[in-house]
């Protein structure tokens, strides 16, 4: 996620982009706020369509799964000891997916959760090289053929560390990622443009070999429709620049020069291609009442196995946990499984 802007005297209330470093103090303040409500709330939503809750609902539910699927779920969680304490597991036990890619876990090491455990008895965990910092994790109930936590080529594994999993099935590839950021005032971009310039080499070789499911928090927000105030935030904010928003479009659409590369789909895009909801909302300047977010948690897939995803949703009433929502995706089971 892009980093939070400095503190300003006079502010108006901006389409705040993310951190990779959350200030102790306001994550300790926004955990009192957002723990799972005791109450019913009156359901209320913004004007872009999208509920404005600050705590998790009181019930989840989620309709059953379609026939034939396997259910695919990414959530970027901003510390998963956090999270525990604001109803992680009430979202988990509802979505009960197949493949869960937890980001922005925070971990220092493995943890010792059976109620994690006992429902996906085949878990990754990338761990930073930097304490309590990214973190990435797949959680399966699908024994893979084969596990990696890196990025082929990129020279510095410190970078790569806690940011990327890669799960191969006998259909497929799965890729979680908590993809780098540019940093406060966009100094980190060059180390963005390095990650680019390796993971679109290796997303495109796994493709040749078999298609791949790519998941988690993208880090970048396509297009304009993707965050709320996209003008005052172009070429300025991380997550929303040329560099960043070219380099996605390069691997849905490869340019001539990427010889035999595939494309790919940004499926919830592709399935709401008019509708502006978003996947993160600050926890300052009132962000999620007044539905001033980001969209930078997706999935996106092969292009020849589009046509076997079945459902793409943004969770968007689960709030409160953490200052993301998930996204889930349903696809054929053959797609995991193999023929």
């Known amino acids: 996620m892009p980093?939070?802007?400095?503190?300003?005297?006079k502010r108006?209330?901006?389409?705040?982009?993310?951190?990779?470093?959350?200030?102790?103090?306001?994550?300790?303040?926004?955990?009192?706020?957002?723990?799972?409500?005791?109450?019913?709330?009156?359901?209320?939503?913004?004007?872009?369509?999208?509920?404005?809750?600050?705590?998790?609902?009181?019930?989840?539910?989620?309709p059953s799964r379609i026939e034939g699927t396997v259910r695919l779920s990414t959530w970027n969680i901003c510390s998963l000891a956090s999270a525990s304490k604001k109803g992680f597991r009430y979202y988990v036990e509802a979505e009960d997916p197949d493949i869960l890619v937890l980001t922005e876990t925070k971990v220092n090491e493995i943890p010792v959760n059976p109620a994690i455990t006992s429902r996906f008895p085949h878990c990754t965990w990338a761990i930073s090289a930097k304490k309590s910092y990214s973190g990435t994790a797949v959680l399966?109930?699908?024994?893979?053929?084969?596990?990696?936590?890196?990025?082929?080529?990129?020279?510095?594994?410190?970078?790569v560390k806690g940011r990327i999993v890669t799960m191969e099935f006998p259909g497929c590839y799965i890729i979680g990622?908590?993809?780098?950021?540019?940093?406060?005032?966009?100094?980190?971009?060059?180390?963005?443009?390095?990650?680019?310039?390796?993971?679109?080499?290796?997303?495109?070789?796994?493709?040749?070999?078999?298609?791949?499911?790519?998941?988690?928090?993208?880090?970048?927000?396509?297009?304009?429709?993707?965050?709320?105030?996209?003008?005052?935030?172009?070429?300025?904010?991380?997550g929303y620049t040329k560099d960043e928003t070219e380099a996605f479009q390069n691997i849905l659409n490869p340019p001539e020069s990427a010889s035999g590369a595939g494309k790919f789909v940004d499926v919830w895009r592709q399935r709401h291609p008019e509708d502006k909801h978003y996947t993160y909302f600050s926890y300052r300047f009132n962000c999620r009442t007044k539905g001033i977010g980001w969209r930078l948690d997706m999935f996106v897939v092969s292009?020849?196995?589009?046509?076997?995803?079945?459902?793409?949703?943004?969770?968007?009433?689960?709030?409160?946990?953490?200052?993301h929502v998930p996204v889930v995706m349903e696809i054929d089971s053959s797609i995991l499984t193999g023929p």
């Open 3 to 9: 980093p939070k802007k400095k503190t300003a005297p």
């Open 12 to 62: 108006k209330a901006p389409s705040e982009s993310p951190s990779d470093n959350e200030d102790a103090s306001k994550s300790q303040s926004a955990s009192k706020k957002a723990k799972v409500s005791n109450e019913a709330l009156e359901p209320t939503v913004a004007a872009n369509g999208q509920p404005n809750n600050k705590v998790l609902p009181v019930n989840i539910n989620f």
């Open 140 to 159: 399966s109930k699908h024994k893979p053929l084969s596990v990696h936590t890196t990025l082929p080529g990129h020279p510095d594994p410190n970078d």
């Open 177 to 238: 990622t908590y993809v780098t950021n540019a940093g406060q005032g966009l100094k980190t971009l060059k180390e963005k443009n390095i990650w680019h310039e390796h993971f679109s080499a290796y997303i495109r070789d796994l493709d040749k070999k078999k298609p791949v499911i790519w998941m988690g928090d993208l880090n970048v927000a396509p297009t304009a429709i993707d965050l709320a105030n996209a003008k005052s935030n172009w070429n300025k904010t991380p």
């Open 303 to 323: 292009e020849r196995i589009l046509e076997k995803v079945k459902m793409c949703e943004i969770r968007s009433e689960i709030y409160g946990a953490s200052d």
